[in-house]
């Protein structure tokens, strides 16, 4: 498979505790946890890892915000 860019990562604590730990993946599909604002990584434990990306569409297909053009109103 490709890299996905723009992917949010959620490692959710498998016991319910407080602190998940999130990213967004890069454009080669890497990411960085951090729990806390201050702090890179998660707090160690058993987690649940899920990933997604939300995209727009037209008529049911993907469009590529890169290639969307911005129109301006007069």
Do not use: I
């Amino acid at each position: 498979g490709e890299p996905v860019e723009g992917a949010s990562v959620v490692f959710a604590p498998a016991d319910g505790a407080q602190y998940p730990a999130n990213a967004l993946t890069d454009s080669g599909g890497r990411f960085e946890l951090a729990a806390f604002p201050s702090k890179e990584g998660a707090v160690p434990g058993a987690y649940k890892v899920s990933m997604s990306k939300t995209m727009e569409t037209h008529n049911g297909v993907p469009q590529d915000p890169k290639k969307q053009k911005l129109v301006e109103a007069d």
